[in-house]
């Protein structure tokens, strides 16, 4: 953990010491942390947000990396407030928002009505579980309004490839033990907000899957009437939201040290994601944290554009498992007019870009940069390369680029950045 000042206090247990104040211009010190390309919630697509089209029926939509365990049989059913036809909030089961961004997911844990048709959500994680590594499992469930039932028993199982060999996936698997359950089995019947289900294992080190649903046969699922209306059917569907699996133990992690300068920016923590945003809030000093205190941000990762030299605190809680990190961004008054004079110099064109883009200098900077790095909206690095100028201009392949925005930094010998913004438009 990077160390705090002396006279900054921090509930938990934190040991802290103090921070060297520096007067002149600090080296960039990466510490031992998490980077924004590893992984961090496992799940693929845990927001229902990524859509794919079924080209055979052209208005049905389904989750990208989500599916039945057979691929093939009922599952659940993807519902959206952005493409049409519209189903979110009201969808013809229930009225819901989702809890966070466009979509969530419809499933239907307990069924006898008519046929017993249950549906697995089952999703592609986006790399195995590693072996006796501890993690934290949640979801967002909220049982629709035309359900008859509400139920306790819904869970979450991790699998190898075995679970390919279930062909008949609208029934109930009950041979297969979830490793993480609603807690008591306690019965889920809010039809207006979220409720969480959060638990955690400890992995063998071969799951690559993950199966949503009610492992308990009729009998053993433990329901509660809440709607007699739509009886004698008998069924429970839950929407779900903002899935995740994230590795317990994993450390905090606010960023580097850095330098910028008057008027430029710079991306603090890791790259926001399902599951660990709202693991994460960050303060910024000076001031005392306790539980109650006002978060400036609740993501993973954020840009800062500070005025003066400020240290910034992000608290991470996995499963109960508070870890804290801290980072801190340095003004330096040294050279500001050189880099203001070469950030104003500095045209990029053509911009929108297509497949490459042109840096132009009317002065010599030939020996001043030499690297540059492209980061996305988000603040994900995307790429990073040498440049090489001729005649005061550079140019670099942008193709594999997406249409968007992008924020382009140099990198001098010095350690100095100079940003700016550019477009792709294919």
Partial sequence: MKKLPKNY?????IFFLRIKKWLTYLVFVTFCSKSNGQIINYVSNGGFEDVLTNTSTPLFYSAKYW??????????ELLSKTIAPIKVPLCGYTYQWPRHGNNHLITTPYSTHIYNNRGYPRNRLKQSLKSNKAYCFSMYVNLSNQSTYGIGAIGAYFADTSIDTISKCTLPITYL????????????????NWILIRGQFTASGNEKYLVIGNFRSDVNTNKTLVNSTNLPGVWSDYLIDDVSLIELNIPAYAGRDTVIFAGDSVFLGSKPDVGIDEVCQWYKLPLVITLTTPAIDTVAGFWVKPTATSTYVVRQEICGLVKWDTVVVYMDAVGIEKFNLIKSDLK??????????QLQFTIDVENEFKTISIYNKLGQLLREEDLIFKNKTATIKTDELENGVYVLKLHSKSLQTVSKRFVINH
């Fill in 67 to 76: 599916g039945a365990t057979d691929s093939v049989k009922y599952y659940g």
């Fill in 9 to 13: 206090s921090l509930p938990d247990n």
């Fill in 177 to 192: 033990a979830p490793q993480v359950e609603n807690a008591n089995s306690t019965i889920i019947a809010d039809t207006l």
């Fill in 348 to 357: 990029l064109f053509p911009n929108p870009a297509k497949d490459i883009l």
